[in-house]
C-alpha cells in the first residue's frame, strides 16, 4: 500500500486483542490500514491491508475489557445532508469489521451537524457503547447503546461552549467518565454513578488542553489522571481531579495526542508516557504510577514521526511503541531485555 495515502497527521493506534496480537491502525484516503501481529510477541507483522470504510469528517476507535474494537466516526455529507456517527466492531484480530451502520445525529439544523467535533466513546462492562457528540461552542449529547443491541435517542448532557479535544475512559469497575475542553480556561466532566448509568454533571476542571492533546488514564481504583499539552505554553501536564496540576517538566512542546501506557517495569506499577514534540522527534518517559510530581525524564527515543505515536503493552508485557515515517509505513520499537524503559531500535514492518 503506497504510503502517500496515509493520514499520518493523526498518527498511529495500537491495540493489543484477546488473541494477545497487536493491531495497528491508520487512516487513509481509501480507507483504514491495518497490521497484524503474525503472533503473540513476534517481531513479524502482516500488512498493511486495506478496509473499506466511510469518509470521515472525524475518527475514533475504543476498546473494550472484552477486547472487541469499536471503530466510530462522524461520515461526511454531501451538500443536502447531515454528517451523521457511523460505528462498526472488529470482534477478532485481523478479522472483517462487522457492517458500518448509522448511529445518526442529534442536531436538526444543518449548520449544527457541520460544526461537530470529533467524537469520543467508551465501552460499559457489557460491553454496551456510549458515544459522545458535541459542536463548536455547543453543548455535548450521549447515545447509549441497549442491552438489546438497539439505540435509543440522544440525550443531552447540558454544556455548552464544547471545544476540541474530548475524551472518555471506563474505570475497573465500569464507571464511564467523560471530559470536554470548554472556553475560559475550564474543561467540563461528567462520570456514571452506576455502570451503564447515566451521565452525571460534576465541578469543572481548570485546565486549557491545546485540541487534540487531551489523554487519560485510570490510575487509581476509580480514578482517573489526565494529560495534556497547555494552550499557553505547550507544556506537558498531568491533573486527578480535586489534586493539584502537575507539570511535567523537561518534555518542551507536544505536537498532537498524548499517548499513555500503566504497565509494570522491573515490577513497579508505572506509566508511561510518549508524544511528538513539533520537530517530529518522539519523546518518552515514565514514572511511578500518581507519583508524577517525583519528576519525569523525558528522552528522545531516536525516532520522528509523522504524527503522534502509540504505546501498548504486548503479550509478555513489553512496552511496544508505533510510529508513522514520512511516507505512511508503520515503525515499531520494542521494549528491549534490560532493566527500566529501554526501548530497542524501530523496524519497519
Not at 460505528?87 to 457492517?99: E, K, W
Not at 466513546?121 to 454496551?128: E, I, K, N, V
Not at 513497579?268 to 517525583?294: F, Q, S
Request: some cysteine; overall charge neutral.
Amino acid at each position: 500500500m503506497a504510503g502517500k495515502h496515509v493520514l499520518s497527521a493523526q498518527g498511529a493506534r495500537l491495540f493489543l486483542g484477546r488473541d494477545h496480537r497487536l493491531t495497528a491502525f491508520a487512516r487513509a484516503e481509501e480507507g483504514l490500514l491495518r497490521w497484524t501481529q503474525s503472533a503473540p510477541g513476534a517481531s513479524v507483522w502482516d500488512g498493511p491491508e486495506l478496509i473499506a470504510s466511510p469518509r470521515f469528517l472525524h475518527f475514533g476507535m475504543a476498546q473494550g475489557a472484552d477486547g472487541f474494537l469499536h471503530f466510530f466516526g462522524v461520515r461526511a455529507a454531501g451538500a443536502t445532508d447531515l454528517p451523521v456517527v457511523v460505528h462498526a466492531v472488529q470482534y477478532q484480530t485481523g478479522r472483517p469489521l462487522t457492517r458500518w451502520h448509522a448511529v445518526g445525529t442529534p442536531y436538526k439544523d444543518a449548520e449544527q451537524a457541520r460544526s461537530v467535533l470529533q467524537p469520543a466513546a467508551a465501552l460499559g462492562p457489557s460491553g454496551r457503547l456510549h458515544l459522545f457528540l458535541a459542536r463548536s461552542g455547543g453543548g455535548v449529547s450521549v447515545r447509549h447503546e441497549a442491552a438489546d443491541g438497539g439505540w435509543p435517542a440522544w440525550r443531552g448532557l447540558r454544556g455548552q461552549l464544547s471545544q476540541e479535544g474530548m475524551v472518555a475512559a471506563t474505570s475497573a469497575s465500569g464507571l464511564v467518565e467523560l471530559l470536554v475542553p470548554a472556553g475560559n480556561g475550564r474543561a467540563m466532566r461528567w462520570r456514571q454513578d452506576t455502570p451503564d448509568g447515566e451521565m452525571t454533571r460534576c465541578p469543572n476542571i481548570h485546565i486549557a488542553p491545546a485540541p487534540g492533546t487531551l489523554a487519560v488514564l485510570e490510575t487509581a481504583p476509580d480514578r482517573m489522571t489526565y494529560y495534556w499539552s497547555d494552550a499557553a505554553t505547550g507544556t506537558v501536564l498531568a491533573h486527578r481531579p480535586g489534586e493539584w496540576i502537575i507539570p511535567l517538566g523537561g518534555a518542551g512542546e507536544s505536537d498532537g495526542r498524548i499517548s499513555v501506557l500503566r504497565t509494570a517495569l522491573d515490577g513497579y506499577d508505572c506509566t508511561v508516557l510518549a508524544h511528538r514534540a513539533p520537530t517530529g522527534d518522539v519523546m518518552l518517559a515514565a514514572c511511578a504510577t500518581e507519583n508524577e510530581a517525583a519528576g519525569l525524564w523525558w528522552a528522545p527515543t531516536g525516532e520522528r514521526s509523522a504524527g503522534p505515536p502509540a504505546l501498548a503493552a504486548d503479550a509478555y508485557g513489553r512496552v511496544v511503541v508505533a510510529t508513522l515515517d514520512g511516507s505512511g509505513r508503520l515503525r515499531i520499537a520494542r521494549q528491549a531485555e534490560e532493566p527500566g524503559l529501554v526501548m530497542g531500535p524501530a523496524v519497519h514492518v
